[in-house]
């Protein structure tokens, strides 16, 4: 008997899983956004004896541009994972969970690279 069984995955969990990556991609665009206000943090740029490490024009633009590159690969990649995992009848929810907190965490890294 080779009897195939269709695993269709819960209402609940696509909603819950795109719910995430929706708030994902809103923190994402107004982080983005908000990133480029970083530049305000060379105010202090020749005007003290230890500069900080954003004095360097290339330290700086090499930072923010890895930040919205980041931004951007987990934006691409989180559905693509949430369909694939739907798709397969697994849960999709760990994935979008896991793209806000990849989206948290390269925040909190560009703020600590921005301030060193």
């Known amino acids: 008997m080779n009897q195939s069984v269709e695993h ?3 209402p609940v969990d696509r909603t819950v899983s795109w719910s995430l990556y929706v708030v994902q991609l809103l923190a994402s665009v107004l982080l983005g956004l908000l ?3 970083s530049i305000f943090m060379t105010d202090s ?3 003290v004896d230890d500069e ?6 290339g330290y700086f633009g090499s930072t923010l541009f ?4 980041v931004l951007v690969v987990l934006a691409v990649v989180v559905p ?4 694939r995992t739907t798709h397969s009848g697994r849960a999709s929810w760990p994935w979008a969970l896991l793209g806000l ?8 890294l560009f703020v600590v690279l921005m301030t060193r």
């Open 80 to 83: 693509l994972a949430v369909v």
């Open 101 to 108: 907190a990849a989206t948290a965490a390269a925040t909190v």
């Open 66 to 69: 890895g930040y919205w590159f």
């Open 8 to 10: 269709r995955p819960r």
């Open 45 to 47: 740029c020749g005007s």
């Open 35 to 37: 990133a480029v206000t």
């Open 52 to 57: 900080p490490a954003v004095c360097n024009i």
